[in-house]
């Protein structure tokens, strides 16, 4: 009606929002109930239509969708210009809170947590930014935490993830406390001339695989995506491969560095695959790797189990191992702040076998929630004791000691 009504008009633009309700291909669209009603096929009568509407149409016209995915393929053929827009990155997203909040509104470190939230459209910000700004708070910090909890509530009731990224890194982290079989500054070095790279990374829980990623995306200066198993798989058959192939765009739109945590997930040896999907998963993973121009870390505990072929397309396979004796004294002293300790500690961190900085980290939260200066007696008594828990850790023998 409204092509009709403007044909014989000049400089006319018809905007149409939210079309999948209308002419979705699912049977549930109103155009398919009103035929459906007339005793015909809401099908065939609605693609025809619809076909005829978009070859003819005498004005402009601006189709706009929330999940393409409704449109029948038919249609999607017929318009002149598909553009897909998609979440801004994380340098967009600080240009849309700066522009909206202004410079005063909120602290440097709370715009800079509304731009690190993944996912959080131009919008939601906007609309943050209108509440906050009613709610007339005196107070930087109450503006922070309001803002915050506003995107948050309202990312959840859209269904989205808020959950938090992975910490940054420790105060005294050092790559000299990665016990490695290569040497990791010449692979920086290398890095930093804006090379591509795939890495894999493998080795004991704790010995610095996922660290290593984010020392890369500081020395880089390059923002990091980490994405777990959690996060890229999904219980619906291909929707795995779709989250693997959006996490390899995303990280090449922003020239991020990708880090795929638990990547044996996606790379198991197919030749042990019992179900189609999981030969698919690793089929599309390594279509991602060799695709991708950027630098991809993928890091592992099971290295055994990964497919052949996967391995052969890493460029840079890495152990991490435990930390040898020297390791194990320099970072003591790192974080104690001390060039000494006492003969009766140096003894005990000769006996630390299967340290990692994990232990350490862990030790580390431990006094610090218990509110207490790390000092070598108790930092020792809790590291030890992380170690008790380990898989494999040597138990005391039953029986007499003398």
Same mark, same amino acid.
């Given at each position: 009606?409204?092509?009709?009504?403007?044909?014989?008009?000049?400089?006319?633009?018809?905007?149409?929002?939210?079309?999948?309700?209308?002419?979705?291909?699912?049977?549930?669209?109103?155009?398919?109930?009103?035929?459906?009603?007339?005793?015909?096929?809401?099908?065939?009568?609605?693609?025809?239509?619809?076909?005829?509407?978009?070859?003819? $149409?005498? #004005?402009?016209?601006?189709?706009?969708?929330?999940?393409?995915?409704?449109?029948?393929?038919?249609?999607?053929?017929?318009?002149?210009?598909?553009?897909?827009?998609?979440?801004?990155?994380?340098?967009?997203?600080?240009?849309?809170?700066?522009?909206?909040? %202004?410079?005063?509104?909120?602290?440097?470190?709370? /715009?800079?947590?509304?731009?690190?939230?993944?996912?959080?459209?131009?919008?939601? #910000?906007?609309?943050?930014?209108?509440?906050? *700004?009613?709610?007339?708070?005196?107070?930087?910090?109450?503006?922070?935490?309001?803002?915050?909890?506003?995107?948050?509530?309202?990312?959840?009731?859209?269904?989205?993830?808020?959950?938090?990224? /992975?910490?940054?890194?420790?105060?005294?982290?050092?790559? /000299?406390?990665?016990?490695?079989?290569?040497?990791?500054? /010449?692979?920086?070095?290398?890095?930093?001339?804006?090379?591509?790279?795939?890495?894999?990374?493998?080795?004991?829980?704790?010995? %610095?695989?996922?660290?290593?990623?984010?020392?890369?995306?500081?020395?880089?200066?390059?923002?990091?995506?980490? *994405?777990?198993?959690?996060?890229?798989?999904?219980?619906?058959?291909?929707?795995?491969? *779709? $989250?693997?192939?959006?996490?390899?765009?995303?990280?090449?739109?922003?020239?991020?560095?990708?880090?795929?945590?638990?990547?044996?997930?996606?790379?198991?040896?197919?030749?042990?695959?019992?179900?189609?999907?999981?030969?698919?998963?690793?089929?599309?993973?390594?279509?991602?790797?060799?695709?991708?121009?950027? #630098?991809?870390?993928?890091?592992?505990?099971?290295?055994?189990?990964?497919?052949?072929?996967?391995?052969?397309?890493?460029?840079?396979?890495?152990?991490?191992?435990?930390?040898?004796?020297?390791?194990?004294?320099?970072?003591?002293?790192?974080?104690?702040?001390?060039?000494?300790?006492?003969?009766?500690?140096?003894?005990? #961190?000769?006996?630390?076998?299967?340290?990692?900085?994990?232990?350490?980290? $862990?030790?580390?939260?431990?006094?610090?929630?218990?509110?207490?200066?790390?000092?070598?007696?108790?930092?020792?008594?809790?590291?030890?004791?992380?170690?008790?828990? *380990?898989?494999?850790?040597?138990?005391?023998?039953?029986?007499?000691?003398?």
């Amino acid at each position: 009606m409204a092509q009709r009504l403007l044909a014989g008009q000049r400089r006319q633009l018809l905007l149409f929002d939210e079309v999948e309700d209308v002419f979705g291909s699912d049977g549930t669209s109103l155009l398919s109930m009103l035929m459906g009603r007339q005793g015909r096929d809401p099908e065939s009568l609605a693609k025809g239509w619809i076909n005829q509407a978009l070859e003819s $149409n005498p #004005i402009p016209t601006v189709w706009v969708c929330n999940s393409i995915a409704a449109l029948d393929p038919a249609y999607l053929r017929r318009f002149d210009l598909v553009m897909e827009f998609r979440a801004p990155a994380r340098a967009v997203r600080q240009r849309v809170v700066q522009r909206y909040f %202004g410079g005063n509104v909120l602290s440097e470190q709370g /715009a800079a947590t509304l731009a690190a939230i993944d996912g959080l459209p131009p919008a939601q #910000i906007e609309r943050a930014a209108r509440v906050v *700004k009613a709610l007339g708070s005196k107070r930087r910090d109450e503006r922070d935490a309001q803002a915050k909890r506003i995107v948050e509530m309202s990312l959840r009731a859209m269904g989205h993830s808020t959950a938090r990224k /992975a910490a940054g890194l420790p105060q005294h982290y050092d790559p /000299a406390f990665l016990n490695t079989d290569r040497d990791l500054s /010449a692979l920086i070095e290398g890095l930093c001339a804006g090379r591509a790279a795939r890495l894999c990374l493998f080795g004991p829980p704790g010995t %610095g695989k996922t660290a290593l990623g984010h020392h890369l995306a500081q020395v880089l200066d390059r923002p990091l995506h980490v *994405k777990r198993a959690s996060d890229l798989v999904s219980m619906w058959v291909g929707e795995t491969e *779709k $989250n693997l192939a959006q996490a390899f765009l995303e990280a090449s739109d922003e020239g991020a560095i990708l880090l795929i945590d638990e990547a044996d997930s996606f790379l198991q040896d197919r030749s042990r695959a019992q179900r189609g999907w999981e030969v698919s998963q690793v089929n599309e993973m390594l279509t991602q790797m060799e695709a991708f121009e950027g #630098i991809l870390i993928a890091s592992t505990n099971l290295v055994d189990s990964l497919d052949a072929a996967s391995l052969r397309r890493f460029d840079f396979k890495v152990r991490f191992d435990f930390l040898d004796p020297a390791q194990r004294l320099a970072l003591f002293r790192r974080v104690l702040g001390e060039t000494t300790l006492d003969a009766a500690s140096r003894r005990r #961190i000769e006996r630390l076998d299967r340290f990692t900085p994990g232990e350490m980290a $862990n030790a580390l939260r431990q006094l610090r929630v218990l509110g207490q200066v790390p000092t070598a007696p108790p930092l020792l008594d809790l590291v030890e004791a992380e170690l008790r828990l *380990k898989p494999g850790a040597a138990r005391s023998p039953m029986g007499f000691l003398r």
